[in-house]
């Protein structure tokens, strides 16, 4: 499974970015996904799950009506809308995959791993 992650950059406060993320090696509406973050000298953490079909998408209260994230089966690609953009939100983001086809939020569930791109955002 491979996972390409694309779209990150600088942006002012209060900005906009659009993360993608294109997945193959797989069937890809089979599983769910995820876009985690990691800041400096922090963990990982989860800023937007979705399962396989779309209907169901968890937020932690940090992002929640700021972000959202979307999947499109037919091109195998996840994304991440961000909007409202803090300083807070600098970070390098990645996406993820389980390997099995289950919904979660957790960092342990998660076996495939994008590259990450790096998301700056400027006061």
């Known amino acids: 499974v491979q996972l390409q992650a694309s779209g990150g950059g600088l942006v002012q406060a209060g900005g906009s970015l659009r993360l993608s993320c294109a997945a193959s090696?797989?069937?890809?509406?089979?599983?769910?996904m995820g876009w985690f973050r990691q800041a400096p000298g922090k963990e990982r953490v989860v800023v937007a799950a979705?399962?396989?079909?779309?209907?169901?998408?968890y937020y932690p209260n940090s992002v929640k009506g700021r972000f959202t994230i979307s999947r499109d089966n037919a091109k195998s690609t996840v994304y991440l809308q961000m909007n409202s953009l803090k300083p807070e939100d600098t970070a390098v983001y990645y996406c993820?995959?389980?390997?099995?086809?289950?919904?979660?939020?957790?960092?342990?569930?998660?076996?495939?791993w994008g590259q990450g791109t790096l998301v700056t955002v400027s006061s």
């Open positions: 979705i399962n396989r079909s779309g209907g169901y998408t």
């Open positions: 993820a995959t389980p390997s099995r086809p289950i919904m979660s939020i957790r960092n342990d569930d998660y076996d495939y």
């Open positions: 090696g797989r069937t890809f509406s089979v599983y769910a």
